[in-house]
């Protein structure tokens, strides 16, 4: 070819994406990363809230690859287009509401829209053969490679050596005797040759990347399906199921309650969106009321919010409660609901 060689490379902020793009600009290959922001990332969102992820960096873990990798990174926003994927997956959930295989050839179909458009030649990613239990088996692999319409133009160097020769490895773009043969899920393997690139911080893979993988996550949004009676959300709706304690005393509203200072703050943004209630004699929590409450309702929303406010042993605690936007505002002088009232049914997470 005239021109130098280009690959672009998914970059999801992990350690094997990171790993997978330096083999590949070892070999003299341009790489660009491209990273798709789909509403349900786990970094840069709960860990920049809370207090008890106070010791975390505070950074966006793809950016942060990139620039140890001293590559650009696109990040395209794909919340709106994402939705069929968790929606309908045609192969699926996970063990949880992980759409894995779907959002596999999902990214991959991105990945090759935008190689097309900028003149790239192909794709990288960091798959693992038998890392994932759905998306990344041998089984799985042709099926991303097919349906995502990248073909043999997709190259995963890590377990290159275990798959059949792609086009960049029958072309010589990249030399396949420099590719890998890892599979399984042991750790050890990525964290030698980070070690031997000189990669001292990078994020763990306890967890995952995306919220889907999470059960109590998971458990919250069908539990959001069900009281809306259909599957349908919006970018607001996937990140308020990640903040709070969640409880639904009843069919037809639930409760979102703050547990720190960090997620009170964050819920004070939906306060002209939502019912919300709040001590007003003590210290506690804010709280946030999805759906229609009776007056009946809202006392015992409020009795609920004394329960986790700091007046949980006094004889009453008053609290504020008032429409979306601070309408027709009120104060409630309510006993906290002792905890023996509040059956485990009520707790969505």
């Known amino acids: ?82 939705k069929d994927v968790v929606i309908n997956p045609r192969h699926g959930y996970g063990q949880f509401m992980n759409p894995c295989l779907d959002c596999k050839g999902f990214m991959v179909a991105r990945a090759r829209e935008w190689m097309e458009q900028h003149d790239f030649d192909f794709i990288i990613t960091g798959e693992v053969i038998g890392q994932r239990p759905k998306s990344q088996l041998r089984r799985s692999m042709p099926i991303v490679a097919r349906e995502s319409g990248a073909g043999d133009r997709l190259l995963r160097p890590l377990c290159a050596k275990l798959l059949e020769p792609t086009l960049p490895e029958r072309e010589g773009w990249v030399d396949r005797e420099q590719l890998l043969d890892w599979s399984g899920r042991s750790r050890k393997p990525q964290i030698e040759l980070a070690e031997a690139f000189g990669f001292e911080d990078y994020a763990q893979p306890a967890g995952g990347c995306c919220f889907l993988t999470d059960p109590y996550y998971s458990r919250k949004l069908r539990d959001l399906w069900q009281a809306r009676g259909e599957r349908r959300y919006e970018l607001d709706d996937i990140m308020l199921l990640k903040v709070g304690r969640h409880l639904r005393p009843r069919p037809h509203f639930k409760l979102i309650i703050a547990r720190e200072e960090g997620e009170n703050r964050f819920l004070q943004g939906y306060r002209r969106a939502f019912t919300h209630l709040e001590p007003v004699t003590h210290p506690g929590p804010l709280c946030l009321l999805d759906g229609e409450a009776s007056d009946e309702d809202l006392q015992l929303a409020a009795r609920l919010v004394a329960r986790f406010s700091r007046g949980r042993e006094a004889p009453s605690v008053t609290v504020a409660v008032a429409g979306a936007g601070g309408a027709d505002r009120r104060e409630l002088s309510v006993p906290p609901l002792p905890v023996e009232q509040v059956p485990q049914e009520w707790y969505i997470t």
């Open 1 to 82: 070819m005239t021109r130098p060689i280009r690959a672009v490379a998914l970059i999801s902020g992990g350690l094997d994406s990171m790993l997978a793009a330096r083999l590949i600009q070892d070999q003299g290959v341009h790489v660009e990363g491209l990273n798709f922001y789909t509403g349900f990332c786990v970094e840069g969102h709960t860990h920049a809230i809370r207090r008890h992820d106070r010791d975390r960096p505070k950074r966006n873990n793809a950016l942060w690859v990139a620039e140890q990798l001293g590559v650009p990174l696109h990040i395209v926003d794909v919340v709106e287009d994402y």
